[in-house]
């Protein structure tokens, strides 16, 4: 059939047909996959409804406190995430510190100002992960910020799940 002036576009011809047959069983062993079944990892929370908090210890400013701020769980005692901003009366940061708290120690929170020191503390309060990313500054920010409706552990892993599951499959397709 190919002639010996044709070889190299024969060969051309038939290396095309190769990669078209074998790129095309892979997309039909592709769609065939039934992503209903994919079962997520495991959990890797120490235990359920744990969280995360930025963390520092009377860092100079906010930028610092985030950046080099520990990756690491909160204790199952806590709740929530506790940022303590002291500044001076010009707004200027004099420390942040920021950490996992009880609802005990969330009960300070607010705007103090320090005449001896001419400096103010402002104490905030969130619930969620990693939620205390900014400082309070005044008396509205200076809150105790919780999410109103406790979901139950399971509906929130279902929507979770249910996410993921989507993402994943996402992914695959493209």
């Known amino acids: 059939m190919c002639t010996n002036s044709m070889s190299l576009l024969c060969h051309i011809l038939a290396a095309a047909f190769v990669h078209i047959f074998i790129d095309s069983g892979n997309w039909i062993l592709a769609k065939n996959i039934n992503f209903h079944n994919v079962r997520l990892p495991v959990d890797p929370t120490p235990f359920p409804s744990s969280f995360k908090c930025f963390t520092c210890d009377n860092v100079v400013d906010n930028y610092n406190c985030n950046r080099w701020a520990e990756d690491k769980w909160c204790p199952q005692n806590t709740e929530y995430c506790l940022t ?3 500044f001076t009366s010009h707004g200027r940061s004099t420390s942040v510190t920021k950490k996992c708290a009880t609802r005990e120690e969330c009960h300070f929170v607010g705007c103090r100002h320090h005449k001896d020191t001419s400096h103010t503390e402002c104490i905030s309060c969130c619930e969620g992960m990693i939620c205390n990313v900014e400082i309070p500054t ?17 509906s929130n892993r279902k929507a979770v799940n249910t996410l993921l599951l989507a993402l994943i499959s996402v992914i695959f397709v493209l």
Do not use: D, M, P
């Open 84 to 86: 303590v901003h002291h």
């Open 138 to 154: 005044n008396h509205t920010n200076a809150i105790f910020a919780v999410v109103h409706a406790r979901r139950t552990s399971g």
